[in-house]
């Protein structure tokens, strides 16, 4: 037992290592300069236009949970509030721990199963990776410089994308045999077939052509919307950029915040946003290094005011039925 607790712990560990190596990285390359000078090209009116854009991410991401569950009779607002409580805290906590707050929340407050939850937040995480990979590829695709063997790679990293989440959707019948093989021989393992295969349930659930489609459409909504709060900042800020450009720097900062490699969300993604003006907006890596720190930096603070006030709503609805009579 202990030695499983110093590995998972050690994982922890060396993740926020090099969250902290990357972050610090960016604070010794960047120039401070730069960032003060970028700061101050923000406008009131397009900070308030990025803040409007990404609380409105989570609206869509409501919408993704209701058709994900296929139960529309969730109450949007109090899905929204959830979905913007949880945004706040996978922004701000390490380790990916704030993941939690969604699955618990959506079992207390909506009486949503344990693992309808788990299925629905696991899914929606998968859709919005293969809307990043998707669109990233078609943008990679339009560049006119990009050689024959890196679109062949661009095509073959989004099919495995696709095919990955195809191969998740239809495997639960399979996985139900071999738990059930082990179990035979693991009577250990016994207890817990019975919630694991009401997870597979769940998962063979999402097949419903109306769920999946759902799920796609609204996906659309939360990457435009994510992608136009940045889309305004870099435009305030004087980054001028073709469209598909533009998509590429963008969607390499929204993947990166897929990755554990963030303390608070700081770390990766300021990396790869650097990599992607500097590649293709021709600035040093010190500015890139400056304008990536801004714009996530925004975001973080974005994360912060929403899921307050996603906080205050969910409160707001407990008093509002402790009071019904």
């Known amino acids: 037992m202990q030695r499983h607790e110093w590995k998972r712990h050690g994982l922890r560990w060396a993740t926020a290592g090099v969250a902290m ?30 803040f409007a854009a990404y609380g409105a991410q989570n ?37 990916k721990l704030g993941e939690l707050t969604y699955v618990v929340l959506m079992q207390r407050r909506m009486g949503v199963s344990l693992q309808a939850g788990v299925t629905s937040l696991l899914w929606s995480r998968l859709l919005e990776l293969v809307m990043i990979l998707a669109v990233a590829a078609l943008a990679q695709l339009l560049t006119g410089d990009l050689p024959w063997e890196a679109r062949l790679l661009v095509l ?13 959707l239809y495997s639960p019948s399979a996985l139900r ?37 759902g799920g796609l459409l609204w996906s659309c909504g939360t990457y435009g919307s994510t992608f136009f709060t940045s889309l305004v900042l870099l435009n305030a800020l004087g980054v001028a950029l ?48 400056a304008l990536g720190l801004l714009l996530n930096g925004f975001q973080q603070l974005a994360a912060f005011l929403w899921g307050g006030i996603g906080f205050v709503g969910l409160h707001a609805t407990a008093q509002q039925k402790e009071a019904a009579p």
């Open 156 to 168: 073959g990293v989004a099919a495995l994308g696709v095919g990955a989440g195809a191969a998740v």
């Open 59 to 95: 609206i869509f991401r409501a919408l993704r949970y209701r058709a994900l569950l296929g139960r529309p009779d969730l109450p949007l607002p109090t899905l929204t509030a959830i979905a913007l409580y949880h945004n706040g805290m996978v922004r701000l906590l390490p380790f």
């Open 242 to 289: 073709p469209p598909h450009e533009f998509v590429i720097v963008i969607s390499l900062g929204m993947f990166a915040t897929a990755f554990p490699f963030n303390i608070s969300g700081f770390g990766l993604v300021e990396w790869s946003l650097a990599f992607g003006l500097t590649r293709y907006a021709g600035l040093s890596l010190s500015e890139a290094a």
């Open 177 to 213: 045999r071999l738990l059930r093989g082990a179990a035979q021989r693991l009577p250990l393992l016994r207890p817990f077939i019975p919630a694991l295969e009401r997870l597979l349930d769940e998962v063979e659930a999402l097949r419903a052509p109306r769920r999946l489609i």
């Open 21 to 50: 190596a990357l972050l610090l990285g960016v604070l010794l390359t960047m120039d401070f300069r730069a960032f003060e000078q970028y700061a101050g090209r923000l406008s009131l009116g397009a900070l308030l236009a990025a």
